[in-house]
């Protein structure tokens, strides 16, 4: 009975590690976008096509995880430790679809954004890439256990709310000097949706906390 249950726990790792590959190649492409502004049109359509296409085995993953959990609750009837892992990965695989879908929601609004000055770029570049490097390390954690690891990840959300306030800061003062105030509120959203990302990965960390301690923040 346990040698089959550690087997269904080993293919519930593999899952979670690639839903979360899933999400960062989301977010990579739709950082992609950022690139192919002022592009063709085509190039655009392209990198859309390729994030809703993440999104939907983002979701299709989902699923898969939520019936292998189903299973190990219903016949495996796992404790204390075990218990904990599995209701977990319940948690955790629901932020991890809304990153999808935030991803998603980056690409559309790029449609709408005409003109993003380079120092805009340099800055939400930034905030792609520690969205994806906080990604990573919060679904390593759910399988390695690193509870140090896991809190540091908790920590890290700081860094992209800090991208944030300053790509805010920047843009407000844009707007009110009526500076292309509609292509600077879509790039705003761009920036809200990445922080909201960097907020999914702290959530996933503190999962991963109650699955290790048993304790979970409120």
């Not at 954004?113 to 340099?122: D, F, G, L, P």
């Not at 999914?200 to 991963?208: F, L, M, P």
């Not at 109650?210 to 409120?218: C, D, L, V």
Request: charged letters at 30%; aromatic letters at 6%; one cysteine or more.
């Amino acid at each position: 009975m346990r040698e089959k249950f550690n087997k269904q726990l080993v293919d519930l790792y593999t899952s979670v590690r690639d839903m979360g590959i899933l999400c960062e190649k989301a977010i990579d492409k739709a950082a992609q976008t950022i690139l192919a502004n002022g592009q063709s049109e085509e190039t655009y359509k392209s990198l859309v096509k390729s994030v809703n296409s993440y999104e939907k085995e983002i979701d299709q993953k989902e699923r898969e995880i939520e019936n292998l959990c189903m299973r190990l609750l219903l016949h495996q009837q796992p404790v204390a430790n075990d218990l904990r892992t599995v209701s977990s990965a319940l948690k955790l695989i629901s932020d991890m679809e809304r990153i999808g879908d935030n991803a998603s929601d980056i690409t559309e609004l790029f449609g709408y954004i005409r003109n993003c000055s380079e120092t805009h770029k340099i800055h939400l570049s930034k905030m792609f890439s520690s969205t994806i490097n906080l990604v990573n390390e919060a679904v390593s954690t759910f399988e390695s256990k690193d509870l140090e690891k896991a809190k540091k990840v908790i920590k890290g959300d700081e860094e992209i709310d800090a991208l944030f306030n300053k790509v805010k800061s920047n843009l407000i003062k844009m707007i009110t000097e009526e500076i292309d105030p509609e292509t600077c509120i879509d790039l705003l959203m761009v920036a809200k949706y990445l922080e909201r990302i960097g907020d999914h990965t702290v959530n996933i960390a503190e999962w991963v906390v109650f699955s290790i301690t048993g304790k979970h923040k409120e």
